[in-house]
């Protein structure tokens, strides 16, 4: 039987070399983006549609959709709310389509655009991501969206911990670097995963903006079982898709 490839690319600055059309890419934003998705489906938002700029994003409004947008964390003049995933409550986003635009997120899911498929991962749906990705028969390419293009530690610690759940499977297989590396990130941190992450400079940032009160929320593992899938340009729940 033929195993399948997990490659980690570690800053979307690097993805035209882990680039493959028929990989299933993660796209991986712990703090905030991947979170603030996930929690949206779980609190049953239709849609989100992602626009990787403020431009997009203000024209988005002016169209009358609901608008969650930030750039460095702070909340865009216009956007109805910002990036928190506590913003994605049920009162404001169930049965509801979001127009979304974040620093690093959004424009990281456009750029794996071409793939196969593009899903969200994030702390709170692990289990049932790496349960689906198993039933596939597909290489993965796990896509930090990192900082500026900048590696950063929030979403590598992540990778890893995704990437241990995969390779405990015998279908898959890694000759990847950044994989081994972070995996080793997660041996060190699952333990304590709030103390490992404390060290990450989007720890800092967050706590300075005082915008670090969902940080144990974003790596609380299996609070819902949705898969956020991109499709045709926008984000639905892969559990609500008609086969």
Known sequence: ???NSIEVCLSPALYEYHRNVDSIVVVIDTLRASSAICSAFANGAVRLLPVSTVEEAREMKKKGFIVAA???GYVLDFADFGNSPFNFTAERVKGKTVAYSTTNGTRTIELASGAYMIV?????????????LNEQERDIVLLCAGWKNKVNIEDSFYAGALC??????????TDCD??????????LGKENPLEYID??????????????????????PDS????????????????KVKP
């Open 1 to 3: 039987m033929r195993k």
């Open 70 to 72: 930030e750039r460095d």
């Open 120 to 132: 969200i991962g994030s702390f709170l749906n692990i289990t049932a991501l790496s349960d689906w």
């Open 164 to 173: 241990n759940r995969l390779m405990e499977n015998n279908k898959f297989f």
């Open 178 to 187: 950044s994989a081994k590396i972070v995996m080793d990130m997660w041996s």
């Open 199 to 220: 060290k990450a400079a989007q720890r800092r940032r967050l706590r300075d903006k005082g915008l670090d009160d969902c940080l144990a929320f974003c790596h609380k």
């Open 224 to 239: 819902t079982d949705v898969i956020p899938v991109c499709s045709e340009g926008e984000i639905v729940n892969l559990n």
